[in-house]
């Protein structure tokens, strides 16, 4: 921990979903265009060790990175903002602070003495913020879940005492919070925002600044009114509106004064901010030129936050063609052949997004068949390999019945299995699985290398043999069955290094027809669309302009 570094803590009340995530994000993009070196930290309140396990109906899309750690999406966030690669260290849960503690007094490292809650988890928590703190200016630490939940109090505690640890003018406490517009009142409400701010100083934190979640601006009168019953300075209340696009976000910070608020508290000496890159991105993103239809055909489409990343990516790759994505989600488990054509007519381009477990699989296969048979540009990431994979050994290799282990373990053909012994690039040694594993140990989880294979859409996508990407999947292109499946037209273009695993296949005789192994969303950044998207939503916006 530098002495220099200084500490934001954000916290939010009133209800879930406001958005701390894009605050944090957006704070360190605010920080970071002022020349500050910026990470983010996510502690959530949730007893899971990591939400790996967790159902993305309610927690939403898992995040992974580089290092092949499991973590909220809102980490998807703060990369997407931010230049620091996070890792490890930049999630922690209840189940990892309690299972860290826990594993320490059974080793004995507490001498006997009585574990509780203070001092022993306040302060792992405190040592777990410490762990980023290294060689950065400023520490953004995100706390997970609502004022007032009894699961965050432990966190908020150790916050609370953090302050007194690294000194007063080294912290200072955001509080996000909800300024409803009522309707049949025709104003703004602010009693929502005193309780939760008399909540958390109930509990010792007086917030330094607030952010007041709302649609439309503040008046000064309002904020004014704000500042004084929670004991802040009328500067100090930052409209957070409600915007078109979250890239918006830090711009109308920008505008509230929100970064000069804060390098004044925390006595920060930097630059004037420079963000007309991301005023460009905005511009483009609200007046596009162009717009391009693309279908979604997966398991978790009545919840959007499932494909938080890919949403994200898809819309990168729109910036990229100056264009306007519309996304069309498909819900895999109703389609049929009688209502194939009718669902994906309208769509310029077809994703089949990764998932696991069988519901939906026979309508995945559906939408890369028919995208195959169409000429329909085509996108299948990680279990959308499999299925185009699947779809092809079926369908044009005669392999009748060809499956995925996963689905169904006496397949005749099973072109995608579980690769029980394989070499880790990452780790440089042999890993071995099988079904009785946990369910987190079968993965193969974070970056790995790739070779491009030269005249593929790969190689025109991504100019280099040699790039890495980011992998969450158990289950592997069998390659016993790759020259069967490439004599008869599949086309190979990316492996590991040794060759022992494909991560990426195509199809030749078609427009644009691509599988990765791979989750190339978890790269995207908006100023630095993946090459797989800007080119997928280039080869839909010429399928959409074709007679």
């Known amino acids: 921990m530098s002495d220099a570094t200084k500490y934001i803590f954000v916290t939010g009340g009133v209800l879930s979903s406001l958005g701390k995530g894009l605050a944090s994000a957006s704070i360190g993009l605010l920080l970071e265009s002022r020349?500050?070196?910026?990470?983010?930290?996510?502690?959530?309140?949730?007893?899971?060790?990591?939400?790996?396990?967790?159902?993305?109906?309610?927690?939403?899309?898992?995040?992974?990175?580089d290092d092949g750690t499991e973590t909220d999406l809102d980490l998807g966030h703060y990369e997407r903002f931010i230049s620091a690669k996070l890792g490890h260290d930049n999630n922690f849960t209840t189940g990892k602070i309690y299972n860290s503690v826990i594993?320490?007094?059974?080793?004995?490292?507490?001498?006997?003495?009585?574990?509780?809650?203070?001092?022993?988890?306040?302060?792992?928590?405190?040592?777990?913020?410490?762990?980023?703190?290294?060689?950065?200016?400023v520490v953004i630490v995100e706390i997970g879940g609502t004022i007032g939940d009894i699961e965050s109090l432990p966190f908020l505690e150790a916050i609370r005492q953090f302050r007194s640890d690294v000194g007063k003018n080294n912290v200072i406490y955001i509080h996000l919070t909800l300024v409803p517009y009522i309707k049949t009142a025709c104003e703004q409400k602010t009693k929502p925002t005193q309780h939760s701010v008399k909540e958390l100083r109930s509990i010792g934190i007086q917030p330094d600044?607030?952010?007041?979640?709302?649609d439309r601006y503040l008046s000064p009168e309002l904020k004014a009114k704000i500042a004084l019953f929670c004991n802040v300075d009328d500067n100090d209340v930052i409209?957070?509106?409600?915007?078109?696009?979250?890239?918006e976000v830090p711009l109308i910070y920008n505008q509230e004064g929100l970064g000069n608020r804060i390098i004044k508290k925390l006595n920060i000496w930097a630059r004037a901010p420079r963000l007309e890159d991301w005023q460009e991105l905005v511009d483009r993103l609200k007046h596009p030129r162009f717009s391009v239809n693309i279908a979604i055909v997966?398991?978790?489409?009545?919840?959007?936050?499932?494909?938080?990343?890919?949403?994200?990516?898809?819309?990168?790759?729109?910036?990229?063609?100056?264009?306007?994505?519309?996304?069309?989600?498909?819900?895999?488990?109703?389609?049929?052949?009688?209502?194939?054509?009718?669902?994906?007519?309208?769509?310029?381009?077809?994703?089949?997004?990764?998932?696991?477990?069988?519901?939906?699989?026979?309508?995945?296969?559906l939408a890369?068949?028919?995208?195959?048979?169409?000429?329909?540009?085509?996108?299948?990431?990680?279990?959308?390999?499999?299925?185009?994979?699947?779809?092809?050994a079926r369908h044009v290799a005669a392999m009748e019945d060809a499956h995925g282990t996963e689905f169904d373990i006496n397949t005749p053909y099973p072109v995608i299995y579980l690769m029980k012994e394989w070499y880790d690039e990452r780790t440089k040694k042999m890993e071995k699985r099988d079904l009785s594993s946990d369910k987190g140990g079968t993965m193969r989880l974070g970056a790995y290398p790739c070779v491009v294979v030269s005249d593929t859409l790969a190689m025109n996508a991504y100019r280099e043999e040699n790039i890495s990407e980011r992998h969450r999947h158990r289950y592997e292109f069998n390659n016993q069955y790759r020259k069967t499946l490439e004599d008869a037209g599949l086309v190979v273009s990316g492996t590991s290094p040794d060759e022992e695993l494909v991560e990426i296949v195509e199809l030749r005789d078609h427009p644009w027809f691509l599988g990765c192994q791979f989750h190339p969303e978890f790269k995207s950044r908006p100023l630095h669309p993946h090459p797989l998207f800007r080119e997928f939503i280039k080869a839909s916006l010429k399928n959409s302009r074709k007679e």
């Open 35 to 65: 020349g500050l070196s910026v990470t983010i930290q996510k502690l959530d309140p949730y007893i899971n060790v990591d939400p790996g396990t967790m159902n993305p109906f309610q927690h939403g899309e898992v995040y992974v990175t």
């Open 103 to 137: 594993t320490k007094e059974r080793k004995g490292e507490y001498l006997g003495g009585t574990v509780q809650v203070i001092p022993h988890i306040t302060d792992e928590i405190k040592k777990s913020i410490r762990l980023v703190s290294n060689d950065v200016d």
């Open 239 to 247: 409209t957070a509106k409600d915007v078109d696009c979250i890239y």
């Open 298 to 365: 997966g398991k978790y489409v009545d919840l959007t936050e499932s494909y938080k990343s890919l949403n994200e990516a898809l819309s990168h790759g729109g910036i990229a063609n100056d264009s306007r994505v519309n996304l069309i989600y498909v819900d895999s488990s109703s389609l049929t052949e009688e209502n194939l054509e009718s669902t994906l007519e309208k769509a310029d381009g077809i994703l089949v997004p990764g998932g696991f477990g069988s519901r939906g699989i026979e309508g995945k296969i």
């Open 368 to 392: 890369v068949k028919y995208a195959r048979e169409n000429k329909v540009p085509f996108f299948g990431i990680c279990l959308g390999m499999h299925m185009a994979v699947i779809e092809f």
């Open 209 to 214: 600044i607030l952010l007041c979640r709302t």
